[in-house]
């Protein structure tokens, strides 16, 4: 399966942004979706994650504020950020959970937040 991701770039303070991720394969269907963060000198951070049926979880420190989503049809999961705050800036990444141990990577996509 490959991931590929998009929409990263520089807000403002407070503004938004939507980040994509398309999946190829048939796959993307049966698997649970997440986008996951990193900033250098950071471990990895799970920011949000979706069932196959579209059940949302969120990390405490995007909730009320990101809005994970998927599109079956289109095999593409968003990443909806509204309130962006400087600590947000990181490269996101979008991961297919494949529930078998190997599950897919996208490359990821970078976003910076000025003050």
């Known amino acids: 399966v490959q991931l590929q991701a998009s929409g990263g770039g520089l807000v403002q303070a407070g503004g938004s942004l939507r980040l994509s991720c398309a999946a190829s394969?048939?796959?993307?269907?049966?698997?649970?979706m997440a986008w996951h963060r990193h900033t250098p000198g950071e471990q990895r951070e799970l920011v949000a994650i979706?069932?196959?049926?579209?059940?949302?979880h969120y990390a405490d420190s995007v909730k009320g504020r990101f809005t994970i989503s998927r599109d079956n049809e289109k095999n593409m999961v968003f990443l909806q950020m509204d309130s962006l705050k400087p600590e947000d800036s990181a490269v996101y990444y979008c991961?297919?959970?494949?529930?078998?141990?190997?599950?897919?990577w996208g490359q990821g996509t970078q976003l910076t937040v000025s003050s």
């Open positions: 979706i069932s196959t049926g579209g059940i949302p």
């Open positions: 394969g048939s796959i993307f269907r049966h698997s649970a």
């Open positions: 991961r297919l959970i494949s529930g078998v141990g190997d599950d897919s």
